[in-house]
């Protein structure tokens, strides 16, 4: 019988299936940072188990950290406690693998898994975070999992869960100029709304997928989330496989070579049944920028907001509430308003290609007075190509600062706030109210419209 | 966990959509290293003003609302999978949450946490919106072992669905913790398969 990719992912991965109830699945890779953890550790602690298999957990610490002065002790008393039990935690259970703050492979949990090369294709990936779908780009079946689960891999290095719906989604041809993978995926999900693959594993596929690096893949898959999708993933190929190729948690020799056969059977097979399928043309796609408080809310950079009678009625308390909190109108065009704020960062687009995307726009140019930018790489690996590429001087001639690496204004759990009423242009991926600080009113967008947002201080199509 | 059986209670109203997880609980609660106290920062933003004095027009806020149902809008829980939420959901007092849709997490989430997310029609929705609005007296009654949901002030009933196993754990206030660590050798043996 023919068989989707995720379908061989995941039958080979089940260890057994509850009577009238989900399955139970083994999780290859666990990763595992400061602010979802430490209630699971001490629900080990409660019920006096170990860590069940310690080498399959990576632990760094990303959400809860500074971006700056990073080598001295962290300024506010509730996150250094955090961090702190993060590590005793790490300590008492034997954790192998612990990058805390300042380590060189410290940095945003969905950078560093992939470029170290703990994500490899064909696993089953899990993280006390949404955006674990991220790690679906190397053909994995990877997932966000709350605390409570969080405990049971620790425990048994498995979870139980349901299996989901599959979706396919093609997208045809190629993408203009100019028009980036986040681009795709805000896109997408202003077609799906933010409940749209509810209930769905999403898997990308067509010419405009396969013609992206793995950077890209990646911020496409991170975003499945975002439409309220389990996860989202991508067959292996060429590309994959040289990225994670030469890798240090990579295989090598022999194991490579008997790793990589498997991985080229990894993809859906001809005539293999989705329970829904979608096309899109890439042409069709614009670059995006949001202009509500979920990223479903999102619309070409030339276009207008909805107007109310193009909203339907259960929904228009929600969406004029939306409009209200973002000092919108209806039918109100965004080019050319003013901004206040820029983040170039978080697990969406924080990896070396976004920034070398935003460097190429302002390269010879000048940072608008008006706006503060916060540009953080996603790890310290990323940190370190930035200025082997030469691009921190780009950005030095240009007036921008480099921070240090961290999920920043992504969450704005440090100090990277947002004021109230300000406007934010940001790569992250979620514009919910209070995400990137109270009353902070964030419009969500791809490195390059960011990058024209930073020197015109305005909302700015890069292509023009 | 503690045991679910059958809960008839008033009801909290938020006819808001796609109401997501930051707003459920804010980042900047998630310091904590336990699980208590999150109820009193359920929906902090909508609930409090800058200076932590409540905001009289929130309905957590309004005494004519309470119980321990909170029903809102679809799209319930969605963005974030922090299980704060579902901890703060539940420290505020709340044990069933009624939604004509919910996010995938935090339906998970809710449920390892013996809170009971409660799938309806979004008419029958609308009809408690409704209802509560006139009357804020008005209770609903779930019953698990059946599966159902009745609005008491219309006489309306509708079946909700529940995983077969999920359910049996809700009712005995069993976790899923318990049952993967009874599996123990099932776990090696597919390991020593693999090699
Ligand atoms: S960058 Fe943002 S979305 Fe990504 S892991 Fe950090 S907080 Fe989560």
């Known amino acids: 019988m023919s068989k989707t990719l995720f379908d061989k992912i995941w039958d080979a991965h089940v260890v057994s299936t509850v009577e009238n109830g989900p399955t139970q699945l083994y999780i290859d890779r666990h990763f595992c940072h400061e602010v979802t953890s430490p209630q699971a550790f001490n629900g080990l602690r409660a019920r006096g188990l170990k860590v069940f298999r310690p080498e399959l957990t990576t632990m760094t610490a990303d959400h809860n950290t500074p971006t700056i002065d990073q080598d001295k002790p962290v300024k506010d008393p509730i996150s250094r406690n955090q961090l702190d039990t993060f590590a005793k935690n790490a300590a008492e259970f034997n954790m192998p693998l612990y990058y805390p703050l300042g380590h060189d492979k410290n940095g945003v949990v969905h950078i560093i898994g992939p470029e170290n090369g703990f994500t490899q294709p064909g696993m089953t990936i899990v993280c006390g975070d949404s955006h674990t779908s991220t790690h679906g780009a190397f053909g994995t079946i990877a997932f966000g999992i709350g605390t409570s ?66 950077e890209e893949r990646m911020t496409v898959c991170n975003l499945s989330i975002e439409m309220g999708a389990r996860g989202g993933m991508i067959a292996p190929d060429e590309t994959t ?5 030469g890798r240090e948690f990579a295989p090598k020799g022999a194991e490579w070579d008997e790793k990589l056969a498997y991985w080229k059977t990894l993809k859906s097979d001809e005539g293999a049944k989705f329970d829904l399928e979608l096309d899109f043309d890439a042409a069709d796609i614009q670059p995006m920028i949001t202009y509500g408080t979920n990223p479903g809310m999102g619309m070409g950079i030339q276009e207008s907001i909805p107007t109310l009678d193009q909203i339907d009625e259960a929904g228009r308390i929600s969406f004029q509430k939306s409009l209200d909190y973002m ?36 390269k010879g140019k000048k940072k608008a007075d008006n706006v503060v930018v916060w540009l ?19 950005f030095t001639d240009a007036g921008f600062l480099l921070r240090q690496p961290g999920c920043s204004a992504c969450l704005a759990m440090n100090d990277d706030k947002v004021p109230a009423g300000k406007y934010a242009v940001s790569t992250s991926n979620r514009n919910f109210e209070g995400r990137q600080g109270p009353g902070a009113r964030t419009i969500l967008a791809g490195p390059l419209v960011a990058a024209a947002a930073a020197i015109t201080g305005k909302i700015t199509d890069p292509r023009v | 966990m503690e045991k679910f059986g059958t809960l008839t209670s008033t009801v909290v109203p938020l006819p808001i959509e796609n109401v997501d997880t930051d707003q459920i609980i804010p980042a900047r609660f998630l310091k904590a290293t336990n699980k208590d106290g999150f109820g009193d920062n359920l929906f902090a933003d909508w609930r409090y003003n800058k200076d932590g004095s409540p905001k009289a027009d929130f309905i957590l806020n309004n005494p004519v609302f309470g119980g321990s149902i909170l029903v809102a809008g679809k799209n319930f829980g969605s963005g974030s999978s922090r299980e704060h939420a579902a901890w703060a959901i539940d420290g505020y007092g709340f044990k069933v949450v009624v939604s004509s849709f919910f996010a995938d997490i935090f339906k998970n989430n809710a449920l390892n946490n013996g809170v009971l997310p409660v799938v309806v029609s979004a008419e029958f929705l609308a009809e408690i919106f409704d209802g509560a609005n006139k009357d804020p007296k008005l209770t609903l009654t779930v019953d698990l072992e059946n599966q159902t949901i009745s609005n008491n002030a219309n006489g309306k009933s509708e079946s909700f669905e529940i995983n077969a196993y999920k359910k049996e754990c809700l009712l005995k206030g069993l976790d899923d913790i318990d049952y993967l660590l009874s599996k123990r050798e099932l776990i090696e043996a597919y390991e020593a398969s693999r090699k």
Request: net charge neutral.
């Open chain 1, 241 to 245: 496989f040289n990225y994670v190729k």
């Open chain 1, 327 to 362: 000092g919108f109108q209806p039918g109100e065009q965004l080019l050319g308003k003013s901004i206040d704020y820029v983040f170039l960062g978080s697990c969406t687009n924080g990896r070396i290609e976004d920034f070398r995307i935003f460097a190429n726009y302002v």
């Open chain 1, 376 to 394: 953080v790489p996603g790890s310290w690996g990323v940190e370190k190509q930035i200025r082997e590429e030469g691009l921190l001087d780009i």
């Open chain 1, 149 to 214: 689960e969080v405990e049971m891999v620790l425990a048994t290095q498995c979870v139980l869960q349901t299996r989901p719906k599959t979706m396919r989604i093609n997208y045809n041809g190629k993408l203009g100029a100019g028009v980036s993978a986040k681009d795709l995926a805000l896109f997408t999900i202003a077609k799906l709304t933010t409940g749209g693959a509810t209930g769905y594993f999403v898997e990308y596929a067509g010419e405009a997928i396969r013609n992206m690096t793995m």
